[in-house]
């Protein structure tokens, strides 16, 4: 994990506006959506701690409602891709691989912030509050004219 | 195609920085890159005329390399999602469905900008230049708390 295009990467999922997740829907198309960056350090302060533990391997958390068409969709299907970039240095990373529902409470604690509320209105115990996690198996950056993969 | 939230969608469209193209690969995982949005009229003022021929169907354009990776999974799997969005608004669009790679010379042509050259040294006969069409068949759109989408 000490490949510069990966450093780089982590570098971009730190400050990243979004993460775009695309699912596999049950027709076999893929289905992307913006997922709010639990990484992006000044958006998420309070959980810099948290999430760091994870950077050595990319594992990635999101945040989402259980009762979505993403949880459905990857209940049925867990092969995922996640995709940052900065358009304006024409910086994309990709992170793919199979995506798992944490049921694990203390998972669903840790990542637990009051301005969830709006989204959760059962708090952080609701049945609807629903963490994704991947740990990456591929990761695949573009960097303007280069092109980096591995297998993690 | 007079709904507002396709109306609000092409507007992101043509504003969006950029596309992001996933398209499935030989193992089955979505794989997302970001793709130059050709649509987006202060980025390509050359090519307003011949893209918005197309805004009532929402037909998308990209141009791309023959030899590039995700032409040779699109041949294999033609299914694939288009992703735009405005992370600071908090606004998606998404389109949907079986996308082709356009042989037609006079479409070629018509998409041919001399700066395409970095990319294609051929220029726009080059077998490497290559336009991928995308109709969609279903949209989906994000706007914060609210989801819509139509079968096109």
Known sequence: MDKE???QGLELIKKADAAYLTTIDKNGF???RAMLNLKNSKKFPKLVDFMSRFDDDLTLFFTTNTSSVKVSQIIN???VS???CDPESWHGFMCQGEIEVVSDKSVKHS???DEWEMYYPGGKDS???AILKLKP???KSYYQFN???LEL
């Open 137 to 139: 198996g591929y990761v």
């Open 5 to 7: 295009f990966i450093k």
């Open 127 to 129: 049945e609807d509050y």
């Open 111 to 113: 990542l637990w912030l």
């Open 147 to 149: 092109q980096s993969d």
């Open 82 to 84: 996640v995709y940052y």
């Open 77 to 79: 299907n867990s092969k």
């Open 30 to 32: 893929p289905s992307t």
